[in-house]
């Protein structure tokens, strides 16, 4: 079986760099599936495809031809490009044509890094970083615990500059490479911060990032908090774990916390779904169709709950999940289906809205396609893509409030739980 990874597209990848994001939720990768990246995910063999009969080549060539035959190096710092660097252009410009932020092209050098970046322990400064709906290249999550959360980095921040280059028209591929760097050294990044007038910029000492994945206690006022920071391939024990521990309390409050989770495994999200949801229950379905429905796509897929339901019966147990802007991909679909099912109820601010799936194809010489695939739908049939989930009760947390240690969407979801 495959594992689906779900994360923003540039999460992975600005990992490294930035941590960066859009396919741990998201993607259908062949290390994780962000709902997004996954081990196993089926590749197409090399060489196999032939010239469909529809297409017209005639263009391509003789562009190919009189370039080759007439181009001439004007430039002392330029050079005359390899056969390889012409087909990797022309490949490059085929996928972007696909108007899509999330199908690129990865040669053989971005693929590399796209691999090592999925693997869980890099170096870099620790956020996941992809563009908006306006094309805006955007801090989804900083990780807690790295370089970029201790640097002040917030969920939602624009970057508009890496050291010296502007950040218009760059790559989530690009960026990562500008921001990556050896570790102890530092990279400087011009911020726009919503609400803020001022453009801010932070220099981040780069270091070793270590994913975490969770930290479980218990408060005095008997509520259990879950803080769920990544869904990777072991997170799905550590949660069962800390569930065990909820119930080993006596409490019947808990509050899950994916503020700022960019996502991860699918299989993850549909397990963790699990342990609420009665057996069969739709955790979320993978549409193949898109939009407008087209022919010859595969059918759809239902991830269904395995039917744990450990909380079946216990009138007492009340659940509510902390969302934001950096909660994206796996976290917007198990905090989706909880929503929907009416097992939890979600405070805080509308998460980021990445709901599309990736999958990535092998192309040969170490050059591979992300492809957008599929996107995700909640149980009720909305794309997460769709302007992500709105919270049932609205709560704000400023930069006054951070500031100040103070945490208003805690307080909110305490208030809630404690009042029924």
Known sequence: MRKTQLQAVGVLIALACAFGGGIYAGNTLRQQNVVSA????????????TQPQDVDMTQFWEAYSLLNQNFIVAHTSSTFPTKEKQIYGAIAGLTESFGDPYTVFLPPSDAQIFQEDISGSFGGVGMQI???????????????????????IRSGDLILQIATTTTDGLSVTEAVKLIRGPKGTAVSLVLSRPGETKLLTISVVRDTINIPIINSYKRDDGIFVIELYSFSENSVDLFRDALRQFVQSGDTKLLLDVRGNPGGYLEAAVNMASYFLPVGSTVVTEDFKGLP?????????????????IFSGNKNFKMAILIDQGSASASEILAGALQQHTVARLVGVRTFGKGSVQQLMDLGGGAELKVTIARWLTPNGISISDGGLTPDIAAERSEADRKAGKDPQTDTAVIYLLNN
């Open 38 to 49: 996954a081990s196993g995910t089926t590749t197409f063999a090399v060489g196999s495809a």
């Open 130 to 152: 992809d563009h908006n709906a306006k094309g805006q290249l955007t801090v989804v999550s900083p990780l807690k615990g790295t370089p970029a959360a201790a640097a002040g």
């Open 293 to 309: 429905a087209q022919a010859g796509k595969q059918n759809n897929v239902v991830h269904r709950s395995l039917g744990y339901n």
